[in-house]
């Protein structure tokens, strides 16, 4: 049992490095922005490394042969970048593609094309190299970038599904879509007032809410570590 508790922590290291390390290169980019007085598409940043049990439950439920795991599947490190407009998901997007340090190579649009279930969002799979003492290490990591709107209900639609082992009601199926029409079309609603925003004299906009008071304020944050 030791000996298995040490695999999966030697294993699930690289996946915790590479989701603690993103989460800090986001915010400090969100902080650029911020300090250049520009607007940023990001605005929470978030992520997690998947559980041993999760791990072995999806091999089991997709097929996956213990000894290729690593390889076939893609989110055991997850980073979650939300964002307000459907605009600044695919600037984030722009962002990581021009990034030197990724290698994206599969790209799921599911706010084009959402799910049947109304589930959408953008994944985007990467190959990352992880620096550790025994040199680095590639894994698979998977960026999940949503408006506000998007999360909530993938939120809520993630809680049922494991209240329900996978098994959700049909009822609650059809309300969940009917939400996700209507999330859609907040979106949409809000994609075209940012556009009308952006019309008005730039000058006339400041974000306050986004000024820092000094680079001490800035650094502060860094202080904590």
């Known amino acids: 049992m030791i000996n298995e508790s040490n695999y999966w922590k030697s294993f699930l290291l690289p996946y915790e490095l590479a989701v603690?390390?993103?989460?800090?290169?986001?915010?400090?980019?969100?902080?650029?922005?911020?300090?250049?007085?520009?607007?940023?598409?990001?605005?929470?940043?978030?992520?997690?490394?998947?559980?041993?049990?999760?791990?072995?439950?999806?091999?089991?439920?997709?097929?996956i042969d213990f000894s290729k795991i690593k390889e076939e599947i893609y989110d055991i490190a997850g980073v979650r970048i939300t964002c307000k407009y459907i605009q600044d998901v695919y600037k984030?997007?722009?962002l990581l593609k021009t990034?030197?340090?990724?290698?994206?190579?599969?790209?799921?649009?599911?706010?084009?094309?959402?799910?049947?279930?109304?589930?959408?969002?953008?994944?985007?799979?990467?190959?990352?190299?992880?620096?550790?003492?025994?040199?680095?290490?590639?894994?698979?990591i998977e960026f999940q970038i949503r408006t506000h709107a998007m999360?909530?209900?993938?939120?809520?639609?993630?809680?049922l599904k494991y209240k329900y082992y996978?098994?959700?009601?049909?009822?609650?199926?059809?309300?969940?879509?009917?939400?996700?029409?209507?999330?859609?079309?907040?979106?949409?609603?809000?994609s075209k007032i940012q556009i009308a925003v952006e019309?008005?004299?730039v000058d006339r906009v400041r974000g306050d809410e986004y000024e820092f008071d000094g680079m001490d304020m800035f650094l502060s944050s860094i202080k904590k570590w």
Not at 24 to 43: G, H, Q, T, V, Y
Not at 121 to 129: D, E, F, M
Not at 172 to 189: G, H, S, Y
């Open 166 to 190: 996978r098994q959700i009601p049909e009822e609650i199926q059809e309300r969940l879509l009917r939400v996700a029409e209507v999330t859609t079309k907040l979106d949409e609603e809000m």
């Open 151 to 159: 999360h909530l209900w993938a939120s809520i639609e993630h809680s």
């Open 92 to 94: 984030v997007y722009e």
């Open 99 to 140: 990034r030197k340090d990724v290698d994206i190579f599969m790209v799921k649009d599911y706010i084009k094309n959402p799910k049947p279930s109304g589930y959408r969002s953008l994944h985007l799979i990467a190959k990352y190299n992880v620096e550790t003492l025994e040199g680095q290490i590639p894994i698979n």
């Open 199 to 201: 019309e008005i004299n």
């Open 20 to 63: 603690g390390g993103f989460i800090i290169k986001l915010e400090s980019m969100r902080k650029d922005f911020i300090l250049k007085n520009a607007s940023s598409p990001i605005e929470i940043v978030s992520g997690r490394v998947k559980s041993v049990q999760s791990i072995l439950e999806k091999a089991q439920r997709l097929n």
